[in-house]
Nanobody, 113 residues
Framework: QAQVVESGGGSVQAGGSLRLACAPS????????VGWYRQAPGTQREFVAD?????VRKYADSVKGRFTISRDSAAIYLQMNGLKSEDTGIYYCKARILRTEFWGQGTQVTVSS
């Protein structure tokens, strides 16, 4: 059973930056795709960004131009620049092998204005 573990959350002022990491328990290239989702209090979890095994990246419109998803052999990263208060929430990593999804426990990101 694969697992993924997030790290890198924290508190930052608006306009600041954070870098999240998602480390899987197996080779990152075993997954069809790995991505980031977030959930703010009282809202549904929403898609942020993902990258597939071929390296194709997708972003939510709300983060395009500010967030960058990348990877190396060890982890998937989410570089978040120009953070806004509406980016506050718990950020979850999701990895997928065919139809099976593996979710992390989440890491809190708090942006104060």
């Amino acid at each position: 059973q694969a697992q993924v573990v997030e790290s890198g959350g924290g508190s930052v002022q608006a306009g600041g930056s954070l870098r999240l990491a998602c480390a899987p328990s197996i080779s990152i290239f075993e997954f069809n795709s790995v991505g980031w989702y977030r959930q703010a209090p009282g809202t549904q979890r929403e898609f942020v960004a993902d990258i597939n095994v071929g390296g194709v990246r997708k972003y939510a419109d709300s983060v395009k131009g500010r967030f960058t998803i990348s990877r190396d052999s060890a982890a998937i990263y989410l570089q978040m620049n120009g953070l806004k208060s509406e980016d506050t929430g718990i950020y979850y990593c999701k990895a997928r092998i065919l139809r099976t999804e593996f979710w992390g426990q989440g890491t809190q990101v708090t942006v104060s204005s």
